[in-house]
């Protein structure tokens, strides 16, 4: 079985940088084909895509953030780190991990972690 | 970007109706579409990917049809536990995109 949690912060300040954990269990990233994303949902929003990073450390970001984020991976921690620089009120969502499927699906989505960008 | 168009933007129904969501994309994605289920306060759940391959473990009231444009989501006959959000996504190009969501809630 495939699950994933999100672990961070749940309130920042405008400006600084937001460090998100997605911690899984039930595959390896080292696992051809397979990725782990981040996508987010502002309260009562639609969702995002943010970032995409794949077995072979090949990475994909949402253009409008590009300059913003960074995704790594832990492969023997079983980890996925995503920062986003310079945080505002307008970040503010819950922030979900999702597994990507060796047929570029996402199934199964962590919780989500909701992080409020407030002074 | 590709935008991705649902509607309606919320739909009223009865338990064993037939339920029709469509979702609309600004250039063709093939067959690059996938549905979600979303309840409150619950992390979203894939139902259909490749535009009408029912993911396991979802019940075959649930079927998804299209191809390069226009796209349908239609849930057979609805039951109490349907009653969610619906999400459809395009993953024929990055940045992969959502619909803005379709609200389906008891009449």
């Known amino acids: 079985q495939i699950t994933l949690r999100e672990s961070g912060p749940t309130l920042v300040k405008p400006t600084q940088t937001l460090t998100l954990t997605c911690t899984f269990s039930?595959?390896?990233?080292?696992?051809?084909?397979?990725?782990v994303g981040w996508i987010r949902q502002p309260p009562g929003k639609a969702l995002e895509w943010l970032a995409l990073?794949?077995?072979?450390?090949?990475?994909r970001y949402s253009p409008s953030l590009r300059n913003r984020l960074t995704i790594t991976k832990d492969t023997s921690k079983n980890q996925v780190v995503l920062t986003m620089t310079n945080m505002d009120p307008v970040d503010t969502a819950t922030y979900h991990c999702?597994?990507?499927?060796?047929?570029?699906?996402?199934?199964?989505w962590g919780q989500g972690t909701l992080v409020t960008v407030s002074s | 970007d590709i935008q991705m168009t649902q509607s309606p933007s919320s739909v009223s129904a009865s338990v064993g109706d037939r339920v029709t969501i469509t979702c609309r994309a600004s250039?063709?994605?093939?067959?690059?579409l996938a549905w979600y289920q979303q309840k409150p306060g619950k992390a979203p759940k894939l139902l259909i990917y490749?535009?009408?391959s029912l993911q396991s473990g979802v019940p075959s009231r649930f079927s998804g049809s299209g191809s390069g444009t226009d796209f349908t989501l239609t849930i057979s006959s609805l039951q109490p536990e349907d009653f969610a959000t619906y999400f459809c996504?395009?993953?024929?190009?990055?940045?992969?995109?959502f619909g803005q969501g379709t609200k389906l809630d008891i009449k």
């Open positions: 250039q063709g994605i093939s067959s690059w």
């Open positions: 990073i794949y077995w072979d450390d090949d990475k």
């Open positions: 999702v597994h990507r499927q060796t047929n570029n699906w996402f199934d199964p």
């Open positions: 490749t535009a009408s």
């Open positions: 996504q395009q993953s024929n190009s990055f940045p992969y995109t």
């Open positions: 039930g595959f390896s990233l080292s696992t051809s084909g397979l990725g």
